[in-house]
């Protein structure tokens, strides 16, 4: 798929009408303030999934911190390993 049909669901971010600002908050304020615009976003599921194959590791993507987003890397390569071993 070429890359501009891949990011297309960039233009469809509830995050459009915001200041780039507001998802990279310096605190969990910032946080739970970035997440609730997130919470109703259309695209939620490919923004998530596109900052975590890029392993974006600031800011706020699909209404998760940094810190979220390692814990699903995590668990996710805790998972291939299960049932690779399996
Ligand atoms: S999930 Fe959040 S950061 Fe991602 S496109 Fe939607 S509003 Fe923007």
């Known amino acids: 798929m ?4 891949e990011l297309r669901w960039m233009r469809d ?6 200041p780039a600002a507001a998802f990279f908050p310096s605190d969990g304020v910032g946080v739970d303030a970035a997440r609730k615009i997130c919470a ?3 695209v939620k599921a490919e923004c ?3 900052a975590l194959e890029a392993r974006i590791d ?13 814990r699903i890397l995590k ?12």
């Open 2 to 5: 070429d890359e501009e049909l």
């Open 13 to 18: 971010g509830a995050c459009r009408n915001y």
């Open 40 to 42: 109703d976003c259309h």
């Open 48 to 50: 998530l999934e596109y």
């Open 58 to 70: 600031h800011g706020v993507w699909g209404g998760c911190s940094e810190r979220e987003r390692r």
């Open 75 to 86: 668990r996710r390569r805790q998972e291939a390993a299960a049932y690779a071993g399996a």
